[in-house]
């Protein structure tokens, strides 16, 4: 595939490195378009939320696969619960799981999104880089 943005990138970079980078937008985008969005720990809507979420960020140029899922271990809200506003609650990055591939110019990365304990925080971070056949 043609890049039409390809010529405001600098000629030093790499394909491997460009692949890196369009796979860090997109762990970027997720987590930002997605910390504060209403979820509920019914399974159905977790299911529902991480199928659309997955679907409506693989459009993005260079995606070539793309996995929401939301802990549902470590949600709070009570779907069940008589009052409305414990029904529900506003994601947080710690709550996402993510795994993103790029593919550019046979440049192939794997980066992922967790919530690691021993860090207490939501990592990003590149899971694997390999030459791809596509």
């Known amino acids: 595939m043609k890049d039409p943005a390809e010529k405001f990138f600098t000629p030093k970079l790499t394909a491997r490195e460009r692949a890196v980078f369009?796979?860090?937008?997109?762990?970027g985008a997720?987590?930002?378009q997605l910390v504060g969005f209403p979820v509920s720990r019914n399974?159905?809507?977790l299911r529902l939320l991480s199928?659309?979420?997955?679907?409506?960020?693989?459009?993005?140029?260079?995606?070539?696969?793309i996995r929401v899922s939301?802990?549902?271990?470590?949600?709070?809200?009570?779907?069940?619960?008589?009052?409305?506003y414990r029904r529900y609650?506003?994601?947080?990055?710690?709550?996402?799981?993510?795994?993103?591939?790029?593919v550019y110019?046979?440049?192939r990365v794997r980066v992922c999104l967790r919530y690691l304990p021993e860090l207490g925080y939501p990592l990003m971070y590149v899971d694997d880089l390999w030459e791809s056949k596509a």
């Open 22 to 27: 369009e796979a860090g937008v997109a762990l």
């Open 30 to 32: 997720i987590y930002h």
């Open 43 to 45: 399974p159905n809507v």
């Open 51 to 65: 199928e659309a979420f997955s679907k409506a960020f693989s459009l993005q140029p260079y995606r070539v696969k």
């Open 70 to 84: 939301i802990a549902a271990d470590r949600l709070v809200s009570k779907p069940e619960d008589s009052i409305p």
């Open 89 to 102: 609650e506003a994601l947080r990055g710690d709550q996402l799981n993510v795994e993103v591939e790029t």
């Open 105 to 107: 110019k046979g440049a």
